[in-house]
Every structure is written in C-alpha cells, then in structure tokens.
C-alpha cells in the first residue's frame, strides 16, 4: 500500500457533481510546493487533480475554496479508459476518509509570508463508515 502526503493549496474548484449511479463528486486541484527550483532559483509546484465521492465530497463542498491551504493525506488511484482505440490513463489523488484533508494556516505551508496566518483547524472528524462497502 502507498501513501501519499503533501501540503499545498487549492488552486481551482469544481463544483460538486453526481454521476451517473448517483454517487456525488468533487474534484479540485492541488497545488504542493517541490523542492526543485526553476532556472530563476524559484521553488515549483506540482498540480494534483483531487477527487472526493459521495459523504465526503457533500462535507467539503462549501469548506473547500480556491486559495485554501491543505495537508492531503491519502493514495494515488489510477484509472483507465478508452478513448479513440486508445488506452488512457488518469490519475488522481483520493484522501483517506479519516484525517484525509486538513485545514492549515498560511503559515504552516511554508509560503513564506510572515503575514499574520488565519488558523483554520485541526482538520474534520466526520464518520464517513456509511460510504464503506463492506
């Protein structure tokens, strides 16, 4: 099993869909600082596509926002598809759905601004054992 863990920001928001079962979705992308720096000495990003499902993407809906400072805890999924003849693959990080997502301070991302962070919590702990299948 991998795990993968960054701090970051929301860099864009979708709105929450539902699928064709029914199930409700909701992605936004994630932006988490590199320690590799461009040819100007500045620090990169890497940009993650986020998906959240059913109990967990209605929770987050209106407490997600562009600009929101992150530390994402969960897997790399991987799906495939078929486009054109074609194998397709996407991929996406899925937060466990206990302490998957918590809400930090500007300041504990690191962004370098010494500007007075808001504290935005700990985090949620909200029982999503209903999405569960087994």
């Given at each position: 099993m991998q795990k993968f863990i960054a701090n970051g920001w929301v860099s864009r928001k979708n709105e929450l869909k539902e699928n064709?079962?029914?199930?409700?979705?909701?992605?936004?992308?994630?932006?988490?600082?590199?320690?590799?720096?461009?040819k100007n000495g500045e620090p990169t990003s890497t940009f993650f596509l986020v998906e959240l499902m059913g109990k967990q993407a209605e929770f987050f809906e209106d407490?997600?926002?562009?600009?929101?400072?992150?530390?994402?805890?969960?897997?790399?999924?991987?799906?495939?598809?078929?486009?054109?003849?074609?194998?397709?693959?996407?991929?996406?990080?899925?937060?466990?759905?206990?302490?998957?997502?918590?809400?930090?301070?500007?300041?504990?991302?690191?962004?370098?601004n010494d500007s007075s962070p808001e504290d935005l919590g700990q985090g949620f702990n909200y029982d999503f054992a209903d999405e569960l299948p087994f």
């Open positions: 064709q079962n029914g199930t409700k979705r909701l992605t936004f992308d994630f932006a988490a600082r590199n320690n590799h720096r461009d407490k997600i926002s562009k600009g929101q400072p992150l530390l994402i805890v969960g897997e790399i999924l991987e799906r495939r598809y078929e486009k054109d003849g074609q194998t397709q693959y996407f991929r996406y990080l899925a937060p466990d759905l206990y302490g998957g997502i918590t809400f930090l301070s500007k300041k504990e991302v690191g962004n370098g």
